[in-house]
């Protein structure tokens, strides 16, 4: 079987990894991967935007299955136009992929099927989001409607950050169309958790929770961006936990969809918050959560492809999830300025040592490149170090011990990635 894997990311790299190890698979492309993809898949040169081009070369190289990474191709109909040439997909079809293209559609959703989420408000002119915020006089929550990389959502901690972020949206377009409006919504209070299932139109396969840490600083602080590090599995997500969270959502979700005429294919990602037991919906994503995905490859058991192409194919029937390492935590090495702009092009220290951690820790690539036989920096995330281990703390210590022997210039990275779940006295760097 021929997989071609669309992406350049951690995500991205943990896939092919997977996909590069099972016996059913001939052969692994990634689009346009990255310098860790290289060692796992043939790189190929094209966008996951270009989506003329992905068909062209899926038809060309008889490629079996189409695994989509990002949200932008999705969004942008990719699978549609796969599917309407018979090459099975990965992904949900554009209409579905809705969900996280339009934060808009997706609260106006979970109103209309009754799944727990904040209260919220939709705007379209700035001067009137402005005024609702003086008049609530209180910490809320503003996102941009479309698609910011997930950095279009600012946790204001004041009044004051939160007419900023409608200014930085809507005023000055720092995410340009996708700021056109926004939604405003009241600050939940609780621990994030990222919930994974994948689905094939009817059922579904639940994945082993995870937590995200979403803010640049330790100790959550500072700005959002696409992920600093993340753990599995969370203490927060108990056995009572997650039959609310497959009850009172995943179900709900996945029927509403396709009460409305959208079953869902793929991997379908929700990020919650969870209050004394009560899981409550931030956000749908409709993929692998990125650095999320790089824990839930690193914790799974055996072959990935039956998960992948069964959803493809509308079909998960004797599909389950079994993972071999009970923990995996993920430490994200970003540039310097990241998620602002920021430098690329640094050489980076250190890998080929780390190489000989594996399989106990594996250094998944984001924005990396070779250049003049070296491998640089080309991107704001960087490189995702996974450990695993049979404990928190185990996992923790080879990451960070891996972390400790890599490094490029303006390196930045947390310190307390999976602090909930280790000791309180951990130290790693």
Request: with cysteine; glycine share 12%.
């Given at each position: 079987m021929r997989v071609l894997v669309v992406g350049r990311g951690a995500r991205e790299h943990a896939l092919c990894w997977r996909l590069s190890g099972d016996r059913e698979v001939d052969r692994v492309f990634a689009a346009p991967g990255n310098a860790g993809t290289a060692h796992c898949a043939d790189n190929v040169s094209i966008q996951p935007n270009d989506i003329s081009a992905l068909l062209a070369f899926s038809k060309q190289k008889a490629i079996d299955l189409v695994v989509v990474g990002p949200e932008a191709p999705l969004v942008g109909g990719l699978v549609d136009r796969l599917e309407?040439?018979?090459?099975?997909?990965?992904?949900?079809?554009?209409?579905?992929?809705?969900?996280?293209?339009?934060?808009?559609?997706?609260?106006?959703?979970?109103?209309?099927?009754?799944?727990?989420?904040?209260?919220?408000?939709?705007?379209?002119?700035?001067?009137?989001?402005?005024?609702?915020?003086?008049?609530?006089?209180?910490?809320?929550?503003?996102?941009?409607?479309?698609?910011?990389?997930?950095?279009?959502?600012?946790?204001?901690?004041?009044?004051?950050?939160?007419?900023?972020?409608?200014?930085?949206?809507?005023?000055?377009?720092?995410?340009?169309?996708?700021?056109?409006?926004?939604?405003?919504?009241?600050?939940?209070?609780?621990?994030?958790?990222?919930?994974?299932?994948?689905?094939?139109?009817?059922?579904?396969?639940?994945?082993?929770?995870?937590?995200?840490?979403?803010?640049?600083?330790?100790?959550?602080?500072?700005?959002?961006?696409?992920?600093?590090?993340?753990?599995?599995?969370?203490?927060?997500?108990d056995a009572a936990v997650e039959r609310r969270i497959q009850h009172e959502i995943v179900e709900p979700t996945l029927a509403g969809l396709a009460q409305e005429g959208r079953p869902f294919r793929g991997a379908l990602f929700v990020g919650l918050m969870v209050h004394e037991g009560a899981p409550r919906v931030l956000e749908y994503n409709v993929r692998f959560g990125d650095p999320e995905c790089t824990c839930i490859m690193a914790r799974w058991k055996g072959s990935v492809l039956p998960l992948?192409?069964?959803?493809?194919?509308?079909?998960?029937?004797?599909?389950?999830?079994?993972?071999?390492?009970?923990?995996?935590?993920?430490?994200?090495?970003?540039?310097?300025?990241?998620?602002?702009?920021?430098?690329?092009?640094?050489?980076?220290?250190?890998?080929?040592?780390?190489?000989?951690?594996?399989?106990?820790?594996?250094?998944?690539?984001?924005?990396?490149?070779?250049?003049?036989?070296?491998?640089?920096?080309?991107?704001?995330?960087?490189?995702?170090?996974?450990?695993?281990?049979?404990?928190?703390?185990?996992?923790?210590?080879?990451?960070?011990?891996?972390?400790?022997?890599?490094h490029f210039e303006g390196m930045q990275f947390r310190r307390d990635i999976g602090l909930r779940a280790r000791p309180s006295d951990a130290s790693y760097t």
């Open positions: 309407g040439e018979g090459i099975a997909a990965f992904g949900p079809r554009q209409q579905v992929a809705e969900l996280e293209g339009s934060k808009v559609f997706a609260k106006e959703f979970m109103s209309r099927h009754g799944i727990p989420t904040a209260p919220f408000r939709v705007f379209d002119d700035a001067d009137e989001a402005s005024h609702f915020i003086e008049e609530a006089g209180r910490p809320l929550v503003v996102k941009a409607e479309g698609l910011a990389a997930g950095k279009g959502v600012f946790v204001a901690s004041s009044v004051h950050e939160a007419r900023e972020a409608v200014d930085r949206i809507m005023r000055h377009r720092d995410f340009g169309a996708a700021g056109n409006r926004i939604v405003i919504e009241e600050r939940l209070q609780g621990q994030e958790v990222s919930y994974h299932v994948v689905s094939d139109g009817k059922k579904f396969v639940t994945l082993a929770p995870a937590q995200d840490h979403k803010r640049l600083l330790e100790g959550d602080e500072g700005p959002n961006t696409g992920g600093m590090g993340a753990y599995s599995p969370p203490s927060v997500v992948l192409l069964g959803a493809a194919q509308g079909d998960l029937s004797g599909v389950c999830a079994e993972w071999e390492a009970p923990c995996a935590l993920s430490v994200v090495l970003a540039s310097q300025g990241y998620p602002a702009p920021h430098a690329r092009g640094m050489p980076i220290a250190g890998l080929e040592r780390a190489r000989l951690m594996e399989p106990e820790v594996v250094v998944f690539h984001a924005g990396t490149k070779v250049d003049h036989a070296a491998v640089h920096t080309a991107g704001g995330r960087v490189l995702t170090v996974t450990g695993i281990g049979d404990t928190m703390d185990a996992a923790a210590k080879r990451a960070y011990g891996v972390v400790a022997g890599l």
